[in-house]
C-alpha cells in the first residue's frame, strides 16, 4: 500500500510517499530530496521502521555523503585540541605548541575541506605536526537541509503516521 504525505509547516514543507509493499520512502521538498528502500526491516511496518530510526542513519540512507558538509569552526576547534593533547602528552615543546596555535589563528575560513588541510599543511609547524594524520583534520556536520528537514518535517511526519497508524486499528 502507498501513501502519500504533504507535510506543511510555516514556509517549509515536502511531499513525502511510502510504500510499505516495497520499502520505498521519498521525499521531496524545501530541504530537497530524500530517499531509499528498506527491504529488510524484519516484521515491521515500514512506518513503524521508520518512527523508530535515528537521524544519523536516516540521512547516511537517504543522502549519503551529500548528508555533511565541511565544518570549519569544528576543524579549528578539532586543531586546538589536538595541539593541547600533543603538549600534555609531551609530544610538542611549549615554543612548538605557541607556534603551532598561532598558525591555527592564521588559517582563512573556507567551506572547503580540501582547501582547510591545504592550508594546514602549508603552515610550518601545523604541517610538521599534522602531515601523517591529515584526512583526520577537516570535522564534518550534518548539512542545514538535513537538519531542517528533520527538525521541521520530520518531527511533523511522525505525528502523521503515528495518528494514521491509530486511526488504522
Given amino acids: 500500500m502507498t501513501e502519500f504525505y504533504k507535510i506543511y509547516v510555516g514556509m517549509e514543507w515536502s511531499h513525502i510517499t511510502i510504500d ?3 520499502g520505498t520512502f521519498m521525499a521531496t521538498g524545501s530541504f530537497g530530496s530524500f530517499g531509499h528502500i528498506w527491504n529488510s526491516i524484519g516484521d ?4 513503524e521502521f521508520l518512527a523508530g530510526i535515528d537521524r544519523q542513519y536516516f540521512f547516511e540512507k ?3 555523503a551529500t548528508a555533511k558538509t565541511f565544518d570549519f569552526d569544528r576543524s579549528v576547534k578539532a586543531l586546538k585540541e589536538q595541539i593541547i593533547d600533543m603538549r600534555r602528552q609531551g609530544d610538542l615543546t611549549k615554543d612548538e605548541a605557541r607556534r603551532a596555535w598561532r ?3 592564521w588559517l582563512d575560513h573556507t ?6 588541510v591545504d592550508q594546514v599543511l602549508s603552515e610550518e609547524a601545523l604541517g610538521r ?3 601523517d594524520d591529515y584526512w583526520d583534520i577537516p570535522q564534518f556536520s550534518l ?11 520530520w518531527t511533523t511526519f511522525k505525528a502523521a503516521i503515528s495518528t494514521k497508524k491509530e486511526s488504522a486499528a
Avoid: M, N, Q
Fill in 20 to 22: 510499505e509493499e516495497s
Fill in 103 to 105: 598558525e591555527v589563528g
Fill in 44 to 47: 515491521r511496518t515500514l512506518k
Fill in 129 to 131: 605536526y599534522f602531515r
Fill in 143 to 153: 548539512s542545514p537541509d538535513c537538519v531542517g528537514f528533520w527538525e521541521v518535517i
Fill in 62 to 64: 537517504t543522502r549519503g
Fill in 111 to 116: 567551506s572547503s575541506a580540501h582547501h582547510f
